[in-house]
């Protein structure tokens, strides 16, 4: 019982020792000019997290005063230097926002665009940070065409476009998993146009045509024969540009039924 008391009184003299350091004397009761150089003081000795409990204390304080444009600066790069990588990177995109003419900027844009690339998570997840590296990686080379990490954005931006194609590729081979036909063509059409280079382009129209199929075969008699003939376009257009296509093989029973089921319909 007493060893428990002794543990008591060491635990609570810690606790109001910690209270009453420097850093929580400042912090609680410090005013701007001494929270801005603490706040500055540990982001130079690399101990971050305690710089941006400060700095979101003295952003208030300084509102249009000149030391705003750095500490907003040294608040994103905190963030960027604790991993916390997409506020970094909205912070970063405010600076440069904030303050255009600043010797920093190209330096912000960048890194707001790699904190996004960095919390950009696998493609078959939410993809909003993805989306805002590749914007603000376009206004960056736009921007900044002779920048020296101008190699590393274009590497950046091509990953992150490559992640994008496979989610909204994944998503229109989806709606044919689901039985959802006449969704998937649709999806697979705006897939082409949002990314007419894309190397899925075989896939695509294998699974253009095998939703045109299966929708035709499940159709109400009166819509097969249109349906049917449309099946037939995309197997002549994925022959014709793919001759070599490895689904040819594949898809030659349904050519036979496609052809049997247009030939009945003629007579």
Known sequence: MQKMKHFSVIV???IMMASCSPYQKVLN???ADERYKMATDFYNKGQYAKAITLFDKVLPE???????????????ESHYKTKDYSTSGYYFSRFSSNYPKSSKREEAMFLS???YYLSSPKYSL???DTRKAIEVLQEFINTYP?????????DIYKTLSNRLEKKYFEISKQNYSLEKYEAAIV?????LEDFPGTTYKEEVYYYKFKSAFDLAVKSVGYKKKDR???????????KKTFPKSKYLDEIQKSKIILDNQLLASTK
């Open 12 to 14: 609570l003299t810690f």
């Open 29 to 31: 009761k410090g005013n």
């Open 62 to 76: 300084y509102t249009g005063k000149p030391q705003m444009e750095r500490i907003q600066y040294m608040k994103a």
């Open 113 to 115: 665009a790699k904190g």
């Open 126 to 128: 939410d993809q909003t």
């Open 146 to 154: 002779d920048s020296d990490k101008l190699k590393e954005a274009n």
């Open 187 to 191: 999806s697979f059409d705006n897939f």
């Open 228 to 238: 049917f003939k449309n099946a037939l376009n995309y197997y002549l257009k994925l």
